[in-house]
């Protein structure tokens, strides 16, 4: 295997691996490089010397901390790949270079890493991205204090020390993405205008209720998976018939809400969705309701919202519905003209409400 | 199909001489008001006012801070529904006590709480018992299995309310003008519809049980009008799929067993006598109270207590203030930096008029 020191310490990551030393180089040649092997990256330079023959590029960074790290539809790793890529495309960018900077807490087991990794190339090369720099860091594993401010627990005559527990050793990646923007391309969240139409690419809340039903172990029997994907694919193709497409977002967490009102906000302008075209998954609609969550709100990790103007929306959904990511495309409401900056909805009861941002947390409800 | 119910109530109103006030009492049914977008339907003549039917909203700050109290020992772990998380109490917030270190955990049932103080038979769980009687029978059933399996190391801090005595307690005030109850639809799939004729009579206000989808309420508010027009004042059941007249006799069993009635503080309201729910002598070892008072006394001896503030929500839970009419609504009280609980929990009034609608009164 790899370490040649000691039976039974070559299962899990150890602080050594983050040395900067022997140890270290293994780890990476061993588990990192065979996955992500590329010509730039193999030089293992301190810097990668990269060249984009366009001017206008964008550049993004996510970190990821995702618990659980292996979920229904995916893990940390592919999402660490799509969700920097998705970011890039959202911006009419083709995403071309990506750094990885994983942070390990020691004790994480070597076969878990070479997964995520495995996970990570399989993302890369879907996404026709190289990953040409990259970081390895090691830490102590996190403790979980079960005790209290340490005052507040003298005055009242307790214990002055409290209980240190392990907690599960965790993994963090961050991705930093550079894309090279297309030409005639401007798709900012401040240019939606009255008349034009939202789309949504495909069902909301997948990943979201997919996590939550993994995290709490509820459960609920169903193929709740998320929806994780790459989506410059889907995009480029609706970018290159209509280079004139107004915005575009992912709408991550926060959900189709928070997407839309960004939307909303940023043009000033008011948004009227239809409660009835929301395409959601009957299983996601049921968890939510158990759970009293609003799909709105959940996250998605493959979908897109774009904004275009009306006379284009054929065209678009019958790209979008061309590519296996985008058959469920739909339009899910309007840019009115009204005074600016809300996102109203139309109900599945033929009344109207206020779509809102959520506040933080989606907290599930006592009854 | 709601249209219809819309129709209706415009014939019926016309019919009645005055504009009429529903109350809905409970916290679901004012989230699904704004939520199905049925406010923005209704005819002017009837109005919906949302009363103390949120278990988080009418739970004292005193509660919270023992809760916040107790979660500061290295022993004791405290378990609750995530809506508790936000509360502000006098000082702090579980939410915040969580992220400076104390170990306050989110369950989804007293059931999770129960089976994380067996995993962990070193340190004591705390489970904060808040909700009516959709809620009681869970945390009855989880109170007798931890007798049962003898799982020392596991309370409930019990904070149950239960709604038709607080109905009757709001209208005896006299402060409020209702002119029928919209009840609670789970509530009563336990109490059943009974519950509510000792109140229908003595108040003479027309009863009806309702479900929470649109066309639920929407019928819901017609058999009220009805029975207006018609000078009847009545308890009906509506939500007639899930609610009987008995109710769930197995789970009203297991909470009598378990629990005895008391009075209880309710923010805002003042003690209601017979209104709250004690664990009884027979499960005095899990019932936190009782075993660790001296740790919530000697905690609280020591807080200083603010002065009281401008906060209103009594006012707003007795339907006596719309939510709009607050002075601090959405101005210093918004869901970001809430003051009162009202704003703060997923069923509060005042949450649900910020999110939903308040912008356009609805």
Redo the contacts between chains.
């Keep these: 295997m790899m370490m040649s020191d000691g039976a039974g310490r070559k299962d899990v990551v150890l602080l050594a691996h983050g040395g900067g030393g022997l140890m270290t180089r293994k780890l990476i040649e061993e588990v990192i490089l065979g996955e992500l092997e590329n010509p730039i990256l193999k030089r293992m330079d301190d810097a990668a010397c990269i060249s984009i023959a366009e001017t206008e590029l964008a550049m993004t960074t996510d970190s990821y901390v995702i618990d659980p790290v292996f979920f229904p539809g995916g893990d940390i790793g592919y999402l660490a790949v799509c969700g920097t890529v998705n970011d890039l495309a959202m911006q009419g960018a083709e995403p071309r270079f990506l750094s990885l900077a994983l942070i390990i807490e020691e004790g994480f087991r070597i076969d878990d890493l070479k997964r995520i990794i495995g996970s990570v190339g399989k993302a890369a090369r879907s996404s026709g991205v190289s990953i040409v720099t990259g970081d390895t860091k090691v830490i102590e594993r996190s403790r979980r204090y079960g005790g209290p401010d340490a005052a507040l627990s003298a005055m009242a005559g307790g214990q002055a020390g409290g209980e240190w527990r392990a907690g599960e050793p965790g993994i963090f990646l961050n991705t930093t993405g550079i894309g090279a923007r297309l030409a005639g391309v401007d798709v900012s969240v401040t240019n939606a205008k009255p008349g034009d139409v939202i789309i949504i690419t495909g069902t909301m809340g997948d990943h979201g209720m997919a996590i939550m039903n993994t995290r709490e172990g509820l459960k609920l029997s169903s193929d709740l998976a998320s929806d994780v994907q790459p989506l410059w694919s889907l995009i480029k193709p609706v970018l290159d018939a209509v280079p004139d497409i107004h915005c575009m977002r992912d709408p991550t967490r926060g959900g189709v809400a928070a997407a839309v009102c960004d939307i909303a906000r940023s043009s000033g302008v008011c948004i009227r969705l239809s409660e009835k075209s929301l395409p959601v998954k009957p299983e996601v609609l049921g968890s939510c309701s158990i759970l009293g969550l609003d799909p709105l709100n959940v996250a998605n990790e493959g979908k897109a919202i774009l904004v275009c103007a009306e006379k284009d929306l054929v065209v678009v959904l019958e790209i979008l519905r061309a590519h296996p990511a985008g058959r469920e495309s739909c339009a899910i409401g309007k840019v009115i003209d009204a005074p600016g900056g809300m996102v109203l909805l139309e109900t599945t009861a033929g009344g109207e409400r206020i779509v809102d941002v959520p506040t933080g947390e989606d907290l599930p409800r006592i009854c | 199909m ?2 219809k119910y819309i129709t209706e109530m415009r014939t019926l109103t016309g019919k009645i001489d005055r504009p009429v006030r529903i109350m809905e009492v409970c916290g ?1 049914h004012t989230m699904a008001a ?8 209704l005819p002017g003549g009837v109005s919906l006012l949302s009363g103390p039917g949120c ?2 909203c009418v739970t004292p700050d005193t509660y919270l801070d023992q809760a916040i ?1 107790l ?5 004791i ?1 405290v378990t609750t ?6 509360v502000p109490g006098s000082e702090s917030s579980l939410e915040r006590a969580r992220a ?4 306050v955990r ?1 369950v ?1 049932s007293p059931a999770d709480a129960l089976g994380a103080a067996r995993a962990e038979p ?2 004591h769980f705390v489970f904060l018992g ?3 009687e ?2 009681t029978p869970t945390v009855a059933w989880a109170l007798k299995e931890a007798k049962r399996r003898g799982v020392r190391n596991f309370s409930v801090m019990c904070g149950h309310k239960t709604i038709p005595a607080a109905m009757n307690a709001l209208l005896s005030g006299g402060e409020v003008h209702i002119d029928g109850f919209m009840c609670p639809g ?1 509530v009563s799939v336990v109490i059943g519809s009974q519950a509510y004729e000792p109140l229908c009579r003595q108040q003479r206000i027309p009863c009806v049980v309702t479900g929470f989808e ?2 639920d309420m ?1 019928l819901g508010i017609c058999m009220i009008l009805r029975q207006i027009v018609s000078n009847r004042h009545e308890v009906e059941i509506e939500y007639s799929r899930t609610v009987t007249k008995q109710g769930n006799e197995a789970a009203q069993l297991a909470c009598d067993e378990v629990f005895v009635r008391s009075d209880s503080e309710w923010r805002g309201l003042g003690v209601i006598p017979g209104t709250g729910l004690q664990i009884r002598e027979d499960f005095a070892e899990h019932d936190t109270l009782r075993i660790h008072p001296e ?1 919530i006394d ?2 609280l001896a ?1 807080q200083v207590r603010k002065a009281p503030s401008s906060c209103r929500c009594g006012d707003v839970l007795r339907g006596i203030l719309s939510p709009p009419d607050c002075p601090l609504f959405g101005i210093r009280c918004t ?2 930096d809430p003051i009162g609980p009202c704003m703060v929990s ?2 509060g009034t005042c949450s649900a008029y ?4 308040c ?2 009164h ?1």
């Design positions: 709601i249209e679901t704004f939520r199905t977008g049925l406010r923005s339907m278990p988080v109290a979660a500061g020992f290295p022993g772990v529904f995530g809506d508790m998380m936000r400076l270190g104390s170990d989110i989804y070193s340190r808040v909700g009516f959709t809620t789970h649109a066309a929407a740790k000697a905690v020591r869901p970001v997923s069923e910020f999110k939903y609608g912008r356009q609805y």
